[in-house]
């Protein structure tokens, strides 16, 4: 296969991944966040 | 929220939630590369050359890139008017998109040419030119937007951006035809064209990119939904836990 092909095919899926990873990743954050939330809102509920 | 806008949000709420557009992006995405490799033809312009395969996801990108930018458009247009947040949301998911799906064009699009025009880039081929511009204008639009960090000034601002800016798409597509192109040819509509890409081949890239952008929209645009979401409770939590004491 012409390597020029496969260069630019391989760009194109390497974005594709790269954004899925970018979204996971803020999809981790929030999960942290609503934790810290929720940790908040528990310690307040015991004073 | 009228009842008109209301109606509106839901029903691209239903389409964005639907698992639907995931199994049909696999679907025509598997067919796509199947059809590009085993029966695609790669003689164009003259050139019988491997490297013309990648017209086929070339061309779906820069037109489902051209789609995304419309789409921030007309979010930026309904977020100015109405104030809702979704519109807002639904544009900045899309501009990312765009702004992914124009840069992806552009890569392409310069191995591309590598080959058909023997150059990765030339300053005076008018849509080239011109699509680095919008590419330019989405960054900008993109880090505008992430400096406010959600505060609703700075969204009112990259909004009025997104407005201004998207002048620079149409101009960018119809560059071929209101300017003389050194290098592209304005294709569609032309009978002097002599690309031959296989058209029933191309479709089928551009359904599955079209569906790739519908699923990657859907799930930024519920990212975005579950950080307001969060920080909605973060601020209500932070309210209730300091209350002022009362005075005796």
């Given at each position: ?10 760009a ?8 899925v ?16 939330v ?6 307040s509920?015991?004073? | ?6 109606r ?6 239903r389409i ?15 067919a ?83 080959v ?13 030119v ?20 959600g ?26 035809r ?6 592209h ?12 890409i296989?058209?029933?081949?191309l ?10 952008y ?6 930024r ?6 950080t ?21």
């Amino acid at each position: 296969m012409d390597y020029l092909l496969l260069f630019a095919y391989g760009a194109v899926f390497g974005a594709l991944v790269v954004y899925v990873f970018y979204l996971r990743n803020r999809l981790s954050e929030l999960e942290q966040r609503l934790e810290d939330v929720t940790a908040e809102r528990e310690s307040s509920g015991q004073d | 929220m009228g009842s008109y806008e209301k109606r509106t949000i839901g029903l691209l709420r239903r389409i964005l939630r639907s698992s639907v557009h995931g199994y049909l992006t696999l679907l025509f995405g598997l067919a796509s590369l199947g059809l590009v490799f085993g029966y695609a033809s790669d003689s164009m312009y003259g050139v019988s050359h491997g490297v013309n395969l990648i017209a086929y996801w070339h061309v779906p990108l820069a037109l489902v890139g051209g789609l995304a930018l419309t789409v921030t458009f007309l979010g930026c247009v309904c977020y100015l008017v109405t104030g809702t947040r979704f519109w807002e949301q639904l544009a900045h998911g899309s501009a990312e998109l765009g702004f992914v799906f124009a840069t992806l064009t552009l890569v392409t699009g310069s191995a591309w040419g590598r080959v058909i025009w023997n150059t990765w880039w030339n300053w005076s081929d008018i849509r080239l030119v011109t699509f680095l511009f919008v590419w330019f204008i989405y960054a900008g639009y993109l880090i505008i937007y992430s400096s406010g960090g959600g505060a609703g000034r700075v969204s009112r601002l990259a909004s009025v951006y997104g407005v201004i800016g998207f002048i620079t798409v149409p101009i960018s597509y119809a560059s071929t035809r209101l300017w003389t192109a050194r290098l592209h040819a304005p294709s569609v509509g032309n009978p002097d064209a002599e690309a031959a890409i296989t058209a029933s081949v191309l479709f089928v890239s551009l359904v599955a990119v079209l569906f790739l952008y519908l699923s990657l929209l859907a799930a930024r645009v519920r990212l975005h939904e579950l950080t307001t979401r969060v920080d909605s409770l973060k601020k209500r939590s932070r309210t209730e836990t300091y209350k002022p004491t009362e005075e005796y």
